[in-house]
């Protein structure tokens, strides 16, 4: 910097020396604090146990209280203010990032990053991280050698991932439709996972034996007030799978094959069961392998009497008694299938589009369509 002077008319330009900056030792990053464990956190790390997978839109719907103000009190500066506030969506945010950071949970992306910008980011899918297994073993008994298993097999791509996360959307659907019916509705069991694969053998269309594979995406029941119970196996169809296709590989005909031939032998009677507590309330499902039939006739469960099968495809529907898309060229395929198939209402369709997390009771109404042209949309309590 200059400074100038006058003497004797004479200027004079003086030149300051720069002040030298000194130098600061870097800042030690601060120690990680220990994150301490709530009732909300415990709630976080149990539903994603039994989800498998979530995203924080369906953590959030599954978790946020119902009113966001509690009652008004008188705060220090004399206005009226509700006393406690809910839990909001960026409470969520911060709380899932803290719960990865402790390894509570573990974020998966669920489809691929998108590239340029302006397309948003990628969505995330929370799994559980490897230090859940002590919490969900003190606070709701799972043996930590389950969640340890579970985080292991959790390794698994994006697509499967994405699938996980479709499927678990239908269930929180299911879930808070029930929670809304106030009782009337209730979710007597969901189950899904490798317990549910299984086999049955037939005779396919040409005539000829064949095995053919048995494996939802899951299986529920429902019990409705004034109507018993109901029960459902889910195909999760994303549009990748041919409807037709030679040889043994998977296609959607050979599913509905599989499903038929195993109501025709009840094998679902002979494979699923109640599980009771001992005052008669349903807590679950039982589920049975081959070669154990004194076991099942002995323990009094009561069987799976009967069942249908939802598929959910991609797409939405074209109308109240018709549909579009997917869910059209396999419901026009289903005649090829043989007559037992054409007028089938055995298989119920809908377009993954029809449900909504803000207005979940839609997957009670009459939206389930059938091969059969006779027939009107179904409802699933009906």
């Not at 709530?38 to 790390?45: A, K, M, S, T, Y």
């Given at each position: 910097m200059d400074k100038e002077t006058r003497k004797s008319g004479i200027s004079i330009r003086i030149m300051e020396k720069p002040t030298r900056k000194r130098k600061t030792q870097p800042k030690e990053p601060k120690a990680p604090g220990i994150l301490r464990i709530?009732?909300?956190?415990?709630?976080?790390?149990r539903l994603v146990y039994e989800h498998r997978f979530l995203d924080t839109e369906l953590l959030w719907h599954l978790i946020r209280e119902q009113g966001k103000e509690s009652e008004i009190g008188t705060s220090t500066d004399g206005k009226a203010r509700p006393r406690k506030y809910g839990f909001g969506m960026k409470a969520l945010y911060k709380r899932l990032r803290q719960l990865s950071q402790g390894k509570?949970?573990?974020?998966?992306?669920?489809?691929?990053?998108?590239?340029?910008?302006?397309?948003?980011?990628?969505?995330?899918?929370?799994?559980?991280?490897?230090?859940s297994a002590q919490v969900l073993s003190e606070s709701i008994g799972i043996p930590v050698s389950e969640v340890r298993d579970i985080v292991a097999s959790d390794d698994v791509g994006e697509r499967f991932i994405q699938h996980a996360l479709e499927v678990a959307r239908f269930r929180v659907v299911i879930e808070l439709a029930c929670r809304e019916s106030e009782g009337n509705i209730r979710l007597l069991f969901w189950e899904q996972g490798i317990r549910l694969q299984d086999w049955i053998t037939g005779e396919d269309l040409d005539g000829e034996e064949r095995r053919f594979s048995v494996f939802p995406d899951a299986f529920f029941g429902l019990d409705v007030v004034g109507k018993g119970k109901a029960h459902y196996f889910l195909e999760l169809d994303r549009g990748t799978m041919p409807i037709v296709r030679s040889g043994n590989r998977s296609d959607i005909r050979k599913k509905v094959f599989g499903y038929m031939l195993y109501r025709k032998a009840k094998r679902h009677s002979t494979r699923y069961r109640y599980r009771r507590l001992p005052n008669g309330s349903i807590v679950g499902l039982e589920v049975y392998s081959d070669g154990r039939t004194e076991d099942i006739d002995a323990s009094g469960a009561e069987p799976i009497k009967s069942f249908r099968v939802l598929f959910i495809a991609p797409g939405a529907p074209a109308g109240e008694l018709t549909s579009g898309g997917r869910i059209a060229n396999i419901l026009s395929a289903f005649p090829s299938f043989g007559k037992q198939f054409a007028t089938s209402t055995l298989f119920w369709f809908v377009s993954l589009e029809s449900f909504e997390l803000d207005r979940p009771e839609t997957a009670f109404e009459r939206i389930w369509l059938t091969p059969n042209p006779e027939h009107g949309p179904k409802s699933l309590i009906e």
């Open positions: 709530g009732d909300r956190d415990r709630d976080i790390l509570y949970l573990k974020p998966r992306q669920a489809m691929p990053r998108p590239i340029g910008r302006g397309f948003g980011g990628a969505r995330t899918a929370y799994g559980l991280g490897s230090k």
